[in-house]
């Protein structure tokens, strides 16, 4: 009875063992399957976004090749309109988020649960890229700057920059003439002191 004893408890043991890991086994599979659900659930909406969008890619002159238009795998898929500029899902699943980065960090330019909306703000950034572009190669960089910035620059500037010139010169003339008057003054000053003192040496003799 004593030998049955001591062979069933290492059985026993092992038996919750092997419970213990295939309830691990299953944990991270569950989590696994969260994560594959939620990544093929951003890849389906971004897919359907690609399509919805695919008449404006077709529509890109075909010279142009700094876009991409193309869905990324991974953990979170992204939609990419070029080097600096793509769609994302947020945490929801649901809503669509048009990002860009900048100097000065990533900024949304689109976010909403409407795919319409995202499309149309995506087909608006492809528009003004295409035109940038067909700008500066029919009249050079100088197109890239607002008619507005280049009055203010060519035309405000100068007579703004005369204009401090001329107060800069009028402060150094003012303070030149107060000195020239103080010095006039003063020397005239110092010759009445000087003619009253031979007036009186004179008087003496």
Excluded: C
């Amino acid at each position: 009875m004593k030998d049955a004893g001591e062979k069933t408890t290492p059985i026993e043991a092992s038996h919750k063992l092997s419970d213990a890991i295939r309830d691990v086994k299953n944990a991270f599979a569950d989590r696994d399957d969260i994560v594959v659900d939620m990544r093929d659930a951003h890849r389906m909406r971004l897919d359907l976004l690609a399509a919805e969008l695919a008449p404006v890619f077709a529509e890109v002159p075909t010279d142009m090749d700094n876009f991409d238009f193309a869905v990324s795998s991974g953990l979170q898929p992204r939609l990419w309109i070029d080097a600096v500029s793509h769609v994302a899902m947020g945490r929801d699943r649901r809503t669509y988020r048009f990002l860009r980065d900048t100097r000065i960090g990533r900024v949304v330019l689109a976010e909403s649960s409407e795919m319409k909306v995202v499309a149309d703000q995506v087909t608006r950034y492809v528009a003004e890229r295409v035109v940038e572009r067909q700008r500066v190669m029919e009249g050079g960089a100088e197109h890239a700057i607002p008619r507005l910035q280049r009055a203010l620059v060519t035309e405000a500037e100068p007579p703004l920059r005369a204009a401090r010139r001329g107060r800069a010169w009028s402060a150094v003339l003012s303070g030149l003439g107060l000195i020239a008057a103080g010095a006039l003054v003063g020397l005239a000053v110092s010759l009445v002191l000087f003619w009253d003192r031979l007036a009186a040496m004179k008087i003496s003799f």
